[in-house]
């Protein structure tokens, strides 16, 4: 079973730019996560998918980030216009229907803003 | 609201020592409580968890946990650490139950595994 997969694995932009993150939970997962690290910081929620309804969206920082998942598939997360506080890793997770514990994480894309 | 302390940034433990990594949570009701392990270039893989029932829980890679109410702690413990567990580990708690799904992260611990 392939796991969650993250891409880009880094991403170096420039402030202004718009950069979209793309995530794809494992087939079957209808949940699907979006989190964030900022440098020495916690991984802090961002949103929470169930199939490609936003079920919680409380974490997202700004009207900058736009998260999708079209038909429930993958989701991507786009930051436009990027800011130097955007920096960070992005962490995407997926869970089965039933809410179970302990999601399963990507490796999450490094993202830079410059 | 939720939140998780990790006290300690950064831990160098030599090969073969034991290891206990320190969680302080802040949870109204029960918590659902996970270490997590980031080693570099992967993603963050489940360690154990503790939701209920007996309070010494048991992981992957030889870690255990315990959870002690009185103190509002979840330590992960490792009796010999290897190479191979140099990492960061974050610990979470989870908010089930209450309509919302997410977890709440600790800053993470990284641990250095010295010859």
């Known amino acids: 079973e392939a796991g969650v997969t993250q891409f880009p694995s880094h991403s170096v932009i420039e402030k202004g730019q718009t950069v979209t993150l793309r995530c794809d939970p494992i087939?079957?997962?209808?949940?699907l996560y979006w989190y964030r690290r900022v440098m020495g910081k916690e991984i802090k929620f961002l949103l929470h998918?169930?199939?490609?309804?936003?079920?919680?969206e409380s974490g997202m920082p700004n009207n900058r980030f736009l998260a999708e998942r079209t038909g429930g598939t993958y989701s991507t997360l786009k930051v436009q216009p990027a800011e130097l506080e955007d920096s960070g890793v992005y962490f995407c997770?997926?869970?089965?229907?039933?809410?179970?514990?302990?999601?399963?994480f990507g490796s999450g894309t490094r993202l830079t803003v410059v | 609201a939720q939140s998780v302390t990790q006290p300690d940034i950064h831990i160098t433990v030599s090969e073969g020592a034991s290891l206990e990594l320190r969680c302080n949570y802040s949870?109204?009701?029960?918590?659902?409580l996970f270490w997590y392990v980031q080693s570099p270039g992967q993603g963050l893989q489940l360690l154990l968890k503790?939701?209920?029932?007996d309070t010494l829980v048991q992981g992957i890679k030889g870690f255990e946990a315990e959870f002690k109410r009185s103190q509002s702690s979840f330590n992960l413990r490792k009796p010999s650490v290897h190479w191979s567990d140099a990492a960061e580990y974050f610990c979470?708690?989870?908010?089930w139950g209450t309509g919302a799904n997410n977890l709440f992260f600790g800053t993470g611990t990284r641990l250095t595994v010295i010859p």
């Open positions: 979470a708690v989870g908010e």
């Open positions: 949870y109204g009701a029960t918590p659902y």
């Open positions: 503790y939701f209920s029932g």
């Open positions: 087939s079957g997962h209808d949940n």
């Open positions: 998918f169930v199939k490609e309804s936003k079920q919680d």
């Open positions: 997770a997926s869970s089965p229907a039933v809410p179970n514990y302990g999601y399963t």
